[in-house]
Structure formats: C-alpha cells, structure tokens
C-alpha cells in the first residue's frame, strides 16, 4: 500500500482488509488484534474474525482490500450483491472511514476487481482510494524481492510451480506514477494522501510498549 502511518492488513477468517490506526486508541486495537491473531487465530497464516474486528474497530480505518480480499472475490465470482452487502456491514461498522480501494499493478485480475469495486462504490455512495500493491521500494528491485520469496519458501527459481509474482510492478510509486495509471479517477488517488493526513500516531519512544509476559510456573522468560 503506498499509504504512510500505522496498519497491516488482517486476515479474519473469511475477509482480507486492510487496516490503519487513526489515533492512539486504534493502534491499540491493531495491537489487540494482532496479538489475538497470532496467538488464538494462527492457521498458516495469523487471523481474527469479523466478531473481533468489530469488537475493537474504534479508532481506525479501513479499506477494502487487494485482489485476493473476500470482497473483491464476491466481484470476480460475478457475485456483486454479495460485494454490495460486505461493503455496507463494513460501512456501518467504520462509517466514514470505509474505503473502496483499487489497484493497478498491470494485472487483468486487479482491472476487473476495480470495474466492480467502482460499481459498488457508485451504488452505495462511498468514497474510493487509489492504492498500489507495493512489495519493493524500486521496480529494479524485483529480481531481489524474486530471490528472497524462493529463499522464504525454499524453492529455487528455475521452478516452474513456485510463488511468482506476476510483472515487475509491485514496487513504491509516486504521485505523477500514480495518476497515470488511473485516469479519470484523480480523486481516488489524491484521497490516500488524504487519509494519511488523518491518521495521527504519537508514540513515546523513550517508553517501553511491549507487552510484559509473565511466564508459566517453573519457566524463564
């Protein structure tokens, strides 16, 4: 996500999003989340529910996600009222701080997400952001990032079968970069910079801010 300030994204059990702290109050709750995902929800990958995610949405905002988001699977499955129906549960739930997010990183996938999502946020009034799948600071980057994914899942890159990334587009881009690659959707793109101007985060880092474990009886830390 080219979007500074404080998020992940999150995985529940049946949803991918992304998430960004606000304020004080919603990094706590990323932190909550994230500490419940890893150590209550861990299946191959750390997850919560949307249970959870309502229970500590206070304080943040969210956008409704990449190619691979259940919201963008409802679109690709031609299942549009199902995508109508998610986007109103999280707009009722984060209100004005819900996002219909777009990308274009040069995949067929990600343009019929976007036709869809852009159909979903004109139905239901919502805003769109501009966002850019980005997994390496610089296009030329891509052979490295290449290298360590084959590192991370022990494959050698002369495989066939491994984990590809499609392109050698996911890397940071710049504004100019940006409204190029989504004309006639200026103010989607200009509206990232406008949610990181809202996301205001101060952390005292003179303070410790890891969580103090206590270990179990007969145990070192």
Not at 68 to 96: T, V
Not at 160 to 181: A, C, N, T, V, W
Request: proline share 5%; glycine share 8%; hydrophobic share 40%.
């Amino acid at each position: 996500m080219v979007m500074p300030g404080v998020g992940f994204d999150v995985v529940p059990s049946d949803c991918l999003a992304t998430l960004l702290a606000r304020d004080l109050t919603g990094f706590r709750n990323l932190i909550k989340m994230a500490s419940v995902a890893y150590l209550e929800g861990y299946h191959y990958k750390p997850r919560i529910d949307k249970e959870l995610l309502a229970a500590h949405s206070e304080g943040l905002i969210c956008l409704s996600g990449c190619a691979a988001a259940e919201f963008s699977d409802y679109i690709l499955k031609d299942r549009l009222d199902q995508a109508i129906e998610l986007a109103r549960w999280f707009h009722q739930l984060f209100g004005q701080h819900f996002y219909i997010e777009i990308q274009n990183n040069g995949l067929d996938i990600q343009r019929l997400c976007a036709e869809g999502a852009i159909d979903v946020a004109n139905r239901l009034g919502l805003p769109l952001v501009a966002t850019s799948d980005a997994h390496y600071l610089r296009q030329e980057d891509h052979v490295a990032h290449d290298v360590l994914l084959c590192i991370n899942t022990g494959r050698l890159r002369s495989d066939p079968k491994r984990i590809k990334f499609s392109g050698d587009q996911f890397h940071i881009r710049g504004p100019e970069e940006m409204y190029q690659l989504f004309p006639g959707h200026e103010e989607a793109v200009k509206r990232s910079q406008e949610i990181a101007d809202g996301c205001s985060v101060e952390l005292d880092f003179k303070k410790r801010h890891f969580p103090v474990f206590t270990p179990p009886k007969g145990k070192k830390a």
